[in-house]
């Protein structure tokens, strides 16, 4: 939630005196906490104290009813306790009466006080519908109003799927088709007319355009202050969302934190142990998402002939050349923007550093490369590499991605990033099926031993141990199978019946992911049926 603190101090000396630019000073003397800051703590205080209470379970796909209950008492106690100890951070005045209220009832309230809060339930939700349970839970006991719903929901959606390796377009995509906001308009076509508004319908949508047309965290934080508004909690929602997607610089995080007082303090640390290892960002992951994808397309791109001009001097006839698809050109304007934003690894020098690795800048020696011994800096410029070589041949990216080069540099990029955050294993829990019932397969490991429950269909379960021997051979069929590439759905949306699945790992420090499917899977599905012996 490291992104929503930073957004609100930088903004809070932007929302009374606008400034409609980019070039500015983050962090200054003017700057402080403010609401959105603590009301964000007070959130993540009351989840993190619901789970001592009631803690997941990784075979439950979502939270039940009495955690619901639970956290709805936890967030009033939290909100108030919390909120009481800062009195004049900004509260509007019918938020400032249920502060301080006995007898706190939620106020029928649309303001963007509803989602200027809500980061830690995108940051703790395992699902979409997760996100959205708990946004609706935390932000009901105030703003119960169905937009103050709506806003707090589609601000969790979003982050919950920046975390989780959605590209931008299908952001933008979940957010037009659950019919939370229209997103049809460009922050330029906006910026001089935008008014401060302190509605949820006013705020929301711009703060998501805001993460979305950014190449970058710090740019994100810059793009939300540039349209005006109510300016700390524009940029506190578009930072929550761009921290998901982009991770949070080193820097600008340590200097957040200098704002905070001690209590605010304890909290934020209580919330990074909380969070765990699933809040440490991967330095790549804004390339490395897209492996789950390529792994699955069937075509990258085609060439196309000029079948329309005759020769003639006025139509000339054009060279062929490749029409790449979405997923292609996604995936180089992000490249692109990484090197912008990541000046460290000296892209644009990236035939020197090949060279300076023994590799030539031609097809032949870049897809020989052994990249089991080259580090990141290689392996981005191999990839830099291929897509400058599109403006010297037409075609010389397509062939990369066609012989799997570009899916095998990535995966090196994600290897490298999970060499540092890599732990034991803990549980894995998968179950299947449709109309005629399902099964479920539960497996949790020990020191040297595994245990599997089994229950297929209505019938009872079946146990099996394994001995140490055997959880070893487990652990490298497991590994084998790469979920950490897998997208993080698969929907066949011409199927409405049929088949279900999901599937929950937990490693240690982590709190567990969960991949899911109706009527699709990932390429590699069979090693997970044969990993449980289903046939």
């Keep these: 939630m490291i992104g929503t603190i930073i957004g609100d101090i930088v903004g809070s000396r932007f929302e009374f005196n606008n400034y409609r630019g980019k070039d500015f000073e983050l962090f200054t003397e003017e700057c402080q906490v403010t609401d959105d800051t603590i009301m964000t703590f007070a959130v993540a205080k009351a989840i993190m104290e619901t789970e001592k209470i009631i803690k997941p379970s990784i075979n439950r796909y979502n939270l039940d009813s009495d955690y619901y209950l639970l956290l709805e008492k936890m967030t009033v106690k939290y909100m108030q306790e919390i909120g009481r100890k800062y009195p004049y951070c900004g509260y509007g005045g019918m938020f400032f009466k249920w502060i301080f209220s006995d007898d706190p009832q939620p106020y029928n309230s649309f303001g963007n006080g509803a989602t200027m809060r809500i980061s830690p339930a995108g940051f703790a939700a395992r699902t979409v519908n997760e996100a959205r349970s708990l946004a609706k839970t935390v932000t009901g006991v105030t703003h119960n109003h169905e937009e103050g719903i709506k806003g707090a929901e589609a601000v969790a959606v979003a982050i919950y799927m920046a975390r989780r390796g959605f590209t931008k377009a299908e952001i933008r995509e979940k957010i037009n088709s659950y019919y939370y906001y229209s997103l049809d308009f460009a922050l330029d076509d906006i910026r001089d007319s935008y008014q401060f508004n302190e509605t949820c319908q006013e705020t929301v949508p711009q703060a998501i355009e805001a993460f979305l047309e950014s190449i970058s965290f710090e740019d994100a934080i810059r793009n939300a202050i540039s349209i005006g508004g109510d300016s700390d909690t524009l940029a506190a929602i578009t930072g929550a969302i761009a921290e998901a997607y982009y991770g949070v610089p080193k820097d600008l995080k340590e200097k957040a934190i200098s704002y905070l007082d001690d209590e605010l303090r304890s909290i934020f640390n209580d919330w990074s142990e909380f969070i765990g290892k699933d809040g440490v960002m991967g330095k790549f992951k804004v390339l490395t998402k897209y492996i789950g994808s390529i792994s699955e397309v069937k075509s990258y791109g085609k060439w196309i002939t000029d079948r329309e001009n005759d020769r003639t001097s006025e139509k000339p006839v054009l060279m062929p050349y490749v029409s790449y698809n979405k997923l292609v050109d996604s995936f180089v304007t992000e490249f692109y923007q990484f090197s912008e934003s990541h000046p460290e690894y000296r892209l644009s020098n990236y035939n020197s550093i090949l060279e300076n690795n023994g590799i030539k800048w031609n097809n032949v020696s870049m897809r020989n490369a052994n990249v089991n011994v080259l580090d990141e800096q290689c392996i981005l410029a191999l990839i830099m590499g291929a897509i400058r070589a599109e403006r010297f041949c037409n075609g010389a990216l397509l062939e990369f991605f066609k012989d799997g080069c570009v899916l095998k540099w990535l995966k090196r990029l994600k290897e490298i990033d999970n060499s540092n955050s890599k732990t034991s294993l803990d549980e894995i829990y998968f179950i299947i099926g449709g109309l005629n019932g399902y099964n479920t397969y539960h497996m949790t490991f020990g ?36 979920v950490e590439h897998w997208n993080s759905e698969y929907i066949n949306p011409y199927v409405i019946d049929g088949t279900g699945w999901m599937l929950a790992v937990k490693y240690k420090g982590h709190r567990g992911t969960i991949w899911s499917g109706s009527n699709a899977y990932p390429s590699n599905w069979e090693k997970l049926l044969s990993f449980f012996e289903i046939e």
């Design 447 to 482: 020191c040297d031993s595994a245990h599997l429950i089994k229950m297929l269909g209505y019938c009872g379960p079946i146990e099996k141990h394994y001995s140490s021997e055997e959880v070893k051979l487990l652990l490298d069929a497991f590994e084998d199978i790469h």
